[in-house]
Every structure is written in structure tokens, then in C-alpha cells.
């Protein structure tokens, strides 16, 4: 139920330099979708561990390279590889090599696309996104860039990992919580000092997450949130009653979100922190409650005005940090149990709800900030 890891920087660039290996495996057997999957995870891990832990790991490019079956992929890798280094326009013109291949599907132009919006050409990204939906209306992948290219448009310049990573190294937490662990890379931020606690029914074990901290080992559980706050000692597991900061990033759907906010809340102080994710959809295609899109929120966005209706007492703001908003709740009340009395009418009114159509009133209903992060937090 419960597992415990602690690896260090040398068992990192260990369990990369293995993944590179089962890449050369899989272009043997031809799994060619399972080798991009693969191979994009590891640029992915080389440039968090980069930005986030300050370690350089550029020296498995080579070999990651290398183990791509086919030239085309060669040629995406080292595109990805330059926009990892922050070298996006020099990453769009070698994805458009790749893309000018004209392999079937729409992996290459949308491989392409991505790399033309983080370069800020967002029109020509958009362009390449419309041409596809031309062919296929019903594209997931095409339409989940089309929703990042109005993203990249609207929101802050830093991401929720960002913001994630600057509490973590300045707010000096004594322990964190975690619902909706995925592939542990929020959870891979917590430093020395901190007691990291995991909740994932899908990945909630350590041969399950990809990401690790080199610093802190969290405790892991494979279930539910709703059976982990009904069976788990959380105070016993913390160290102490109240949470320092809990990040909510579970099942993407109103009620469950409520569920959780209620249950971490029973085990906050005044100064415990509540953080969102997935707060701020773009538009009404990735906050549909039922699956359309690749880039999906859902229902999520009604916690927001849920709990400022319900709750006054709450501070809440949203920061509009890509890719989809991250909303920060403070001022937190163990004692409080109207949300939980009232749970069933809460849940059939905000499930009515509909998102405003307009970018501002969008912003409005959800408490968008315009504060940095930094000034949010009072950091210098």
C-alpha cells in the first residue's frame, strides 16, 4: 500500500540512461508510437531536472538520439532537445524538417505546431492545427492545440511547475500533500526537510511514478482520495496535525475536487495552503466533463466560484500560469463543515453552471490574480 524512495542524483541519470536502452529495445520490436512516447518523457525529465534541480544531464542526448529507428525521429529529437535548451526558433525549423517528411498522421505537424507556439509564432501554430481540423473536425490532438495556442496568448510566461518549485525552495514547507500524483513530477519538486505524501489510485507507487525527488522520499499510496482521508492517519503520517500546502490534481470533476477540498481542509491550519490546478479553462471544449480533447480540464473550474458563494471567508486567487490556471486558497477553516452538510445541493446547483464565453468574464468567475506569484507569496 504504502512505499517509501529516496534516490539521489546518480540514481537519476541511472533509471534515464535505462529508459534510453528499453527506446533501443522498442524501435527493434518497430513500436514506433511507443518510442516517441518514450523518447519525448526523457527530453522532458533532462530538461526538468535541469530547470528545476540545477542538474545537467545533456549528455544522454547523444545516446537518445542515437536510439531513434528512424531518421525523422532522429531529427524531432534533436528538436527537442533545442527547445529543452531554450532555443525555440532554432527547434521550429528543425521540427519543419521533420514534419516535411509527410509521415502519415498528424504526429510530425503537430509536433511541429507545438514548437512553432513555444517560439511565439502562434498564428502559424494555429494555422497548422485549423489545416488538420480541415481534414478531421473531430481531431482531438488538433483541437487541444488549437485551445494551447489561445493559451500561450493569454497566460503568464511561467508554468504551474514554476510556481510550484518556487514554493517549494522558498517556503521552506515541513511536509506537502499531493492528490493526483500521475507521473510524479509536481511530487519530484519537494525538497530536504519536507515530508512528501502521494495519493494516486493509477500510479501511487514507486515502480509507477518517472519522476523523483534527488532530495525527498515521499510516501506513496495507491488508492483513492476518498479511501486514503477515510482509512490513512494523515496527522500520524505528517508529523503533525495541520498541512502545510496540498496540491489538488485528482479526477477532473467538480464534485471530486469539492470531496478533496473538504477532506484536506479538516487537516489545515489558518496558515495551511490549498492549490488548484486545472482552474482556468480557455474555452468550453476543455471543460467539458466528458472527454474531447487531448488538452483536457474539465469540470474543475466551478470549485472557484463554488467556494467563493459558499465560503466568503476564503481567500482565493487564480494564477493564470500555463497550461491551465493554478488557484491558490488561503485563510483555511478546519472547523467549517458547510460544504459538507450542504455537499448535495452544492454539487446540483455548480454542476449547472456554465462557462462565460468572453476571456474576462471568464477571469472574473474564477479570481484570476494579477499578481505574480512572488508577490502572491510576499517573496522578493
Known sequence: MVSEIMCDCSAIRNQLEFNINLVYELGRQGKLEEVCT???LITEAISFYHRHWEMDLSGLYPSLISAQPAYQLMVLMIARQLACQQMYDAAASIAGTAAAFRVPGNFFPLFHAAALREAGNISSARDIAEKLLVVDPEDWDALSEIAQCD????????????????????????NYLEIGVAQGRSLALARCGTTPVG???????????????????????RMTSDDFFSSINLPEILGKRAIDVAFLDGLHLFEQTLRDFINVERFASPDSMILIHDCLPVNALVAERNRKSAFWLGDVWKIIPCLKTIRPDLDIVTLPVKPSGLAVIRNLDPSSRILERQFDSITEHFNGLSLPESWEEKCRLCCVTDKSPEQLFGIR
Open 151 to 174: 493559451m500561450q496568448e493569454l497566460f503568464l510566461p511561467q508554468d504551474y511547475y514554476d510556481v510550484l518549485h518556487t514554493i517549494h525552495t522558498r517556503l521552506k514547507l515541513e
Open 199 to 221: 495519493v494516486d489510485p493509477a500510479t501511487g507507487s514507486k515502480e509507477e511514478i518517472y519522476f523523483h525527488s534527488p532530495e525527498a522520499a515521499p510516501q506513496l499510496f
Open 38 to 40: 518514450a523518447s519525448l
